[in-house]
């Protein structure tokens, strides 16, 4: 990597004419987090940098299987999807009308299915322009709106509603939370940093907002545990676990229990998940060949009685 080689060139020419450790990282942003500024800082003052680095390389290595583990989970379906739009295309454009000029010369009268067929194919043929116009348009004014912080914020909010996948993304969220906020905490990072850093670190900007209000108790002298229980998102086993944490005084090993409970939370979902798409899938494709299957079958009925 090109530009990773020449931040690294850079680093080093920092380092050598004296600059802390945490300083040079934070002139990288786009390479690097605050997670890892805050945590150079942390390991730097309290003389502990190996074990920190190793706290740092465990939390990278589990956020990527995280994500690893939701994308292939989506990923059958998406093909699966993909192929029946690409299916119901070639066979609205291509099979149909074939059938429906040997029908129409027969005299036939069309049945419902199939003119609902020709109505698509005849609108699609006399605006096809339109239609890749505004599918291009769309997805480019989508792209751009993404980018966006506020559609950035629309985009991870409307994914955590969906039903079944919102609570895999919420799943996911809590993971990265607890892991992150857990290595935060034995690195000797306070509560409050934590939360400035967990907001830009979290990865969902849904969730990000609701830090603000968070902080903003927690700068009230509140603890974490009541902060928690009045925002969005947070599940009652997080509230409830740090609350007992922070009470008892072992908080990074609540945090170290939550984050394991909701990667074996994440994995039960994604393979419940598993199973239940392939029949939904299954049966959305049935539906779609099913309905084809009656365009052409009931006025080929009716042609086979024409010709006895």
């Known amino acids: 990597n090109i530009k990773l080689k020449k931040i690294i060139h850079s680093m080093n020419d920092d380092i050598r004419e004296g600059a802390s450790l945490h300083d040079v990282f934070k002139k990288h942003p786009k390479a690097f987090s605050p997670l890892y500024c805050s945590m150079m800082k942390a390991g730097e003052a309290s003389g502990a940098l190996p074990e920190v680095l190793e706290r740092l390389a465990f939390i990278i290595e589990h956020e990527h299987r995280i994500k690893s583990d939701v994308k292939s989970a989506l990923q059958y379906p998406m093909i699966v999807i993909i192929f029946l739009c690409v299916a119901f295309f070639v066979l609205l454009t291509f099979v149909i009308p074939k059938f429906v000029r040997v029908f129409v010369s027969a005299g036939i009268d069309l049945p419902v299915p199939t003119r609902i067929c020709m109505f698509m194919y005849e609108f699609m043929a006399n605006y096809w322009y339109f239609l890749i116009g505004s599918i291009v348009a769309g997805m480019i004014a989508l792209f751009y709106y993404i980018k966006t912080e506020q559609g950035r914020y629309v985009r991870d909010a409307f994914f955590m509603k969906i039903p079944v996948i919102g609570a895999l993304f919420i799943k996911a969220a809590m993971s990265r939370f607890a892991s992150i906020f857990a290595i935060l905490q034995s690195s ?6 934590s939360m400035k850093i967990l907001s830009g670190t979290i990865g969902n ?9 968070i902080i903003n108790r927690l700068e009230e002298g509140r603890g974490i545990a009541e902060p928690l229980a009045k925002a969005r998102y947070f599940t ?12 008892s005084g072992n908080l990074d090993e609540m945090l170290e229990e939550i984050s394991a409970h909701y990667d074996f939370e994440l ?24 309905f084809f299957a009656l365009a052409i079958f009931l006025p080929m009925w009716d042609l086979t009685k024409v010709v006895k």
Do not use: C, H
Request: no cysteine; charged share 20%.
């Open 267 to 290: 994995q039960y979902a994604m393979k419940k998940l598993s199973d239940a798409i392939g029949p939904i899938l299954t049966i959305g494709l049935a539906a779609v060949v099913g």
């Open 188 to 193: 000797g990072v306070d509560i409050l940093d």
């Open 236 to 247: 009652p086993i997080v509230i409830n676990m740090i609350a007992i944490g922070e009470e």
């Open 205 to 213: 900007l849904a969730i990000a907002r609701e830090f603000q209000n």
